[in-house]
């Protein structure tokens, strides 16, 4: 299996921090996730049921009725390679690193591209996945440009695939409004911009006959009641969605001005984090992981990710340390 | 997808009586299941990680280290038949139906056998999977006829696959001790004897070799954080388990009496249900849900599965209409 953020006991080890102590910033999660109501204790007692309104919830949230609820994105990441017959499928170079994995893992042939080359691959490609925004990097995409791609890859009953995982604080570049058209399938998850990563609750939007084949693989019951119960709380919930639109955005680019003030340029950004590609990003990790603040750290590129602090206390942290790196590099 | 128990919408809108006014004896889950504290905001809100726990109090409640967390025994049901290429897999005529749906669905030769048929039926196998206690029909099979047919598969590289879902109560029969041996692999659930079938947790006991392949084709975080530490506490509270034990027992010997008393001799039963197979059982399933009680029918053979009622009124209420019932056929 794949490693991922989140590498805090890993950490703690390392540099002999406490695991208490650390500011974690290596997630890219809303750290003021959506804050959940407790779930009665009948909620775990009875097998979860398609009629307790999340998909009405969901159908709402998202503006699209055409779902499957799946137990993260995770779960549809795994299972879309095995709706296809082995095929050629194209990707960023630098990307959420589960896509190349799952689609390598089911007999695919996956080519990374630089998003220069992407319009130029689709003539060869039996499927393009794109993350939009992309993860880590931060590269979006136009859904004008999306949907060439899509009927170009349609033409010869191609798939277009668009995680979007970080697409809520903005979703005015969501693929969702074209969902029925053939080929386009678009991830959405709740892990993000709801911070409800623990609960593993995700969405795949497509055509129904490719959701009712992904149903069937994935079998009954994949969501559990009491995440059900959050999720369609969390959707229904306006008033936070509309509040914590205009925080990350605030969040975001206060990180960006942050980090700036102290000489670093981010060479990416989505609303829930900064990314910096350079030389010297290793330096600057352990620099941090030296002091317990943890981003997280990619090898190719060479480059760093951060997300945001969850309150004044770990801004100020940050801005400390950050402060320090800019004095020890004249 | 199959049909299961639990159908009180179904049956509602069939007899003309409001959901909230039935008695669902359908399921034979714990009527009585684990009570589950309020869960904190704060577990929604993070990846699930394998050091919370789970693992540890599994391995303490099961007394077997060798295990794999799983989505639900369901989980499990779906990915062992990817687990072997093509082959001859023998299970009773009558079981719990995900069972042999998953392995047919795999590509396999599914064989449909009845209990006095097994024994004969093993050197043509190459995987026997048995339900143990047996769900609907009550069959057990003793651990030393297990392991003498755990042996004469594995001696062929064939496996074994119990499936231990109604064993709680008395788990004298347990293949647990066993596990490492050979082609042994044991599934175990919460849903039934805690009665916590909405939190989708279950474990697979077998060799480390199959867990990891079996853990690398489910992906990670298959069971959200909410559900790990609900599920971890319940394996723990050790006073809880012991007083349900003689509770269950009770009750299911309770209902044995009452349909007796009533001139229905069950067929077979467990801790958690009791099962009649004969001629009238449509009949009576039918009398009974015209009356607001739901049992579970089975069309091979025509039967019906009476889960426990949960209190003195639910008793009160099923022991009139089988009072009824009885009257009616002199």
């Given amino acids: 299996m794949l490693k991922h953020g989140g590498g805090i006991l890993e950490a703690s080890r390392r540099h002999g921090i406490p695991v208490g102590d650390w500011l974690d910033l290596s997630t890219g999660l809303n750290p003021n996730g959506w804050p959940a109501p407790a779930i009665t204790a009948e909620a775990w007692l009875r097998l979860p049921e398609t009629t307790d309104g999340l998909e009405a919830a969901a159908a709402d949230y998202y ?51 630089h998003p ?83 609960a593993r609750v995700g969405f795949v939007f497509a055509w129904p006959e490719l959701l009712e084949r992904m149903a069937d693989e994935l079998g009954p019951w994949t969501i559990n009641g009491p995440a059900r119960q959050v999720v369609r709380l969390a959707l229904e919930d ?26 670093l340029e981010p060479t990416g950004s989505s609303a829930l984090f900064q990314w910096l590609a350079f030389d010297e990003a290793t330096a600057l990790h352990t620099f941090l992981a030296e002091r317990g603040i943890l ?27 950050l402060a320090e790196w800019a004095q020890a590099r004249p």
Same sequence: chains 1, 2.
């Fill in 116 to 198: 220069d080359a992407l319009d130029g691959a689709v003539e060869r490609l039996d499927v393009l996945l794109v993350c939009n925004p992309n993860n880590p990097t931060g590269w979006q995409a136009d859904p004008l440009r999306l949907e060439d791609w899509r009927q170009r890859l349609a033409s010869r009953g191609g798939w277009l695939v668009v995680d979007e995982a970080f697409m809520d604080v903005d979703p005015t570049s969501s693929m969702l409004p074209r969902i029925g058209e053939p080929g386009l399938i678009v991830l959405r998850s709740v892990g993000k911009f709801f911070g409800l990563d623990g």
């Fill in 238 to 263: 306006r008033t936070w969605q509309q509040r914590m639109r205009v925080q990350l955005r605030t969040d975001s680019e206060r990180l960006a001005t942050c980090l700036r003030t102290h000489g």
């Fill in 63 to 113: 503006g699209c009725e055409t779902l499957l609820p799946v137990a993260g994105s995770q779960a549809a990441i795994q299972t879309l390679p095995l709706m296809r017959a082995p095929c050629r499928v194209g990707m960023l170079d630098t990307t959420y690193a589960e896509h190349p994995h799952a689609w390598s893992r089911g007999g695919h042939q996956v080519e990374r591209l």
């Fill in 295 to 321: 981003t997280r750290l990619f090898t190719a590129p060479v480059s760093t990710r951060f997300g945001l602090p969850a309150n004044e206390g770990e801004w100020v942290r940050l801005e400390a340390a």
